[in-house]
């Protein structure tokens, strides 16, 4: 695999450490913060120790914080920003569609056209129904999957992320002590006080074994109403799934009569089909997120006609699965998504695709140029650093020791003072404003700051 280039480029960006500083912006304004917002904001997410710099604003690829410091957006809003910051095109649809009103007792017309260009791209996708988060979207199929079945049940994937749903939070954070065996791993609580009903109801799952994934859904097949799965979840590392693995759980669910939703809140990011496409496996519902909004609050389950039907109003009587919510399919959202969406031909999908196989490679190669312990995992524009030299293939091999996660969050600390944005869990990825020239700057920044590393 080609690897950017250091030698065009041989500057690291500059410093941006003044958030850091005693008395900085962004430390008065966490200071006023813990006043009135438990922990200085409203997303556990963005917390980072001792406090984060305070966004100002951003342009393209680059964030300018409250202290004027601008670093290279390598997080994009958690993936969700595909074309950078106030690209003109979005920013002249959500516009022009805001003049017009922010929200109303009616639907809108925009969320037709993006609904059709969801069914037109993703494989598995007849009929949409739009949210407002991802978590929402999550929450809204797997109901959606127990009316159609008639199940209680669902099962879900030891340390996969899918928002904030308590079913969907099962085993996300499991550790070698409550883990159990690979076969029927346990149900762990996330958030303290998950009812026991919850964590009873929700079957756990080993990532890319397909033998003992199979073997259990078939063991609890009667009672499970779906399969949820992440095709490239990020908190199991960012290993995408194996061919074989999704076919093998397609082949179960469909024996089975449960319903396979694949969680491509992320992933839709890999392919302009989705990495359902990008895989070959097709699931029969799909939640979506982030990109489809343009950068505004978005969240969708697409699916199959009969599946989706348990939504559908217009049959008499309320529908299997009523599903409101006062501003569902927000027409500024949907005009922000469409453009967005538009935006992002096979050949944008391409580009990307190729910019960040290149930027793979050439992480992978400052890791074992510096002979620090690292290596970066991803598909497409996402990326992941890991701060260890092991195989990476499920959540038990790619979930880090205390001692690797503290490496991690130094060295992303040390990014973010060079003038690179990124996931204190390593995880980053691109947008489409960025170029050979940006990445060049962030691997060079990358090896100085391995070179840091190696030395302390
Ligand atoms: C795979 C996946 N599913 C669901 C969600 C939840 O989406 P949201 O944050 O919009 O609620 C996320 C968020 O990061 C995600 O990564």
Redesign the pocket.
Known sequence: MATISKVRTPRPLARTARWAEPGSKSATLFARAQGVLPGGNSRT?VYMAPYPPYAAAGQGCWITDVEGDRRLDCLNN???LIHGHAHPTIVEAATRRLALGASFPMPTPEEIDLAALLCERLPSAERVRFT???????MIAVKGARAFTGRPKIAKFEG??????DY?EVSLASTPETWGSLAAPASTEYSRGTPPAVLHDVVVLPFNHAEHAVARIEREASHLAAVLV?PV???VGLVPARTEFLQALRDVTRAHGIVLIF?????FRVGYHGAQGALGVTPDMT?L??IIGGGF???AVAGRADVMTVFDPTRGGPPPAPHGGTFNANPVTMAAGLAAMRLLTPDAYARLADLGAKLRASLDDCFKQAGVPGRVTGLGSLFRLHPVDRELSDYRSTRATPAESERLVRLVRRLMEHGVLMSITGLGCLSTPMGDAELEGLVETFAAVLEIERLA
């Open positions: 997410t958690y993936t969700a407002n988060s991802g978590s929402e979207a999550v996969a992320y899918h928002g904030s749903y969907a992440d979840p990020n908190r969680d491509e809140v992320i992933s939640t997120g982030k609050p978005v969240g």
